[in-house]
């Protein structure tokens, strides 16, 4: 334990009380995945742009994921309080405006500032758990974060459903501002820190570097394909400009005196495959909670609480398995604690491939509950791995590298699979279009409004679902193919641990 640590843990002495706002400020950021979600359908419906659909989500995950690295290092260096305050500000000014936006474009803008803030929240969050409890009752209290994933879960599209149904949709932002500024007011009455005052030098290059790597690469799953030919000097340009920039960045963080992502860590086995697993999880997340709502809605004609439930069960497996595996962890260590996950995220996504709109909300909500039991078993696996492997000066950008990498996994996949979803939509409709009709992705916007889905001629209706349906086939055999690729990093985890 580090001296910084040990001086917290001396004036601390309220640790269920920032224990409890801790998990405030992570239900406002772990609600906001479910909430937005559930309400998708209805703000395409009222905004239209059903093209822009995964921008909605892939804004708000690329400034999260770019900024969740730098946060992270700034906690380690001017302590966790300040840093977390600033992120949650930023992230209920963001919440504000996206409930003000009157086009898709607007709130895409706006949930670029809602990321930006929201990047800070839940690595440091977690890191501050891991200040001030001992390695021993990590596991537990681990499991009581994860809990926060389901109550959020449960609550989360049930509230977007009725705020949908019964207000606006505008008000699944606006819920955040009185969760924010209780979480603020907690962590300024209860949490003490006492952190060395030294001057420091920040990583700037490699926050600039990181992003551009990120940027670029996300607009290219995003449009290639779609939008751009592959072989288009946009899409090979911006190629490029990825791959110069990330090796830029490599170079450039082994240089930094401090560096933004400390690529030591990383020659840790076990916190190299924690991380390289978050990433290919993260794009199963997203795959699963972004598209799922507007297949139940507009395939299956349900409505949006009936949506919300499919994804809520995901969040129901969620803080079982957690709750679980801060057991597990103790009696049969990491290695078997995570495949154990590895098998459950495997059946989960086999569930998603086999799903079709005959089997209805309970199928999906099946696929949804294994989904969350293997994210439980190996995230809570992961995160208390990795807190138990460095020091107090290094926790804060350890938890923050790992949840970089599950970000950066949503990041890359809300943008590869809503390529694959445009993709497959356009290509089914060139092929069986409706007689006499010249349709494009913005078609599918009317199956996501009911009352104007009702009106629709029986052929074209039939035509559009089709293409929902497919295309969500499309998305849901990538993401099995990355359960895959989790269950084999897992595998290559370290036999011998300790706990």
Known sequence: MGQAEQEMNKKETKRSFVLATVMLAMFMGAVEGTIVSTAMPAIVGDLGGFALYSWVFSAYLLMNAVTVLIYGKLSDLFGRKPILTFGIIIFLIGSILSGTAETMEMLILYRFIQGFGAGAVMPIATT????????????????????????????GPALGGLL???????????????????????????????IEKKKHKIDYPGAVLLTVAISSLMIILVEAGAN???????????????VLTLILFILQERRAEEPMMPFNIWRERSIFIANMTSLTTGVML??????????????????????GFTLTAMSIGWPIASALSGRLLLSIGYRKTSLFGGAALILGSILFVTL?????????????????VGMGL?????????????????????????????????????????????S?????????????????????????????????????????????TNALHSVYIVVFIFAIISLLFILFLPKKEEV
Do not use: C
């Open 356 to 372: 079709s709109p005959e089997g209805g909300p309970l199928w999906a909500a099946a696929g949804s509950f294994f989904v969350g």
């Open 228 to 242: 751009w030919a592959w072989t288009s000097p946009k899409t090979i340009g911006l190629i490029s400009l990825s």
């Open 128 to 155: 501050i758990v891991g200040d001030i409890y001992s390695r021993e009752e990590r596991a537990k209290i681990q499991g009581y974060l994860s809990s926060v994933w389901g109550i959020s879960a449960v609550s």
């Open 378 to 422: 190996t995230s809570t696996a992961f995160i208390v791995s990795i807190q138990s492997t460095v020091a107090w000066q290094q926790r804060g950008i350890a938890t923050a590298a790992n949840m970089f990498m599950r970000n950066l996994g949503n990041t890359v996949g809300a943008a590869l699979l809503g390529g694959v979803l445009n």
């Open 286 to 307: 997203i795959g699963i909670s972004s598209f799922l709502p507007a297949f139940v809605q507009g395939v299956m004609e349900r409505s949006p609480i009936v949506a």
């Open 164 to 194: 949908v149904e019964y207000a606006s949709w505008r008000y699944v932002f606006w819920i955040n501002v009185p969760l924010g500024i209780l979480a603020i007011a907690g962590l300024w009455l209860y949490l003490h820190e006492d």
């Open 424 to 468: 497959s939509i356009l290509s089914y409709m060139k092929n069986n279009g409706a007689t006499g009709q010249d349709l494009t992705i913005d078609a599918a916007n009317v199956l996501l409004n009911e009352s104007e889905r009702m009106k629709l001629p029986t052929e074209l209706k039939t035509v559009l679902q089709d293409a929902l």
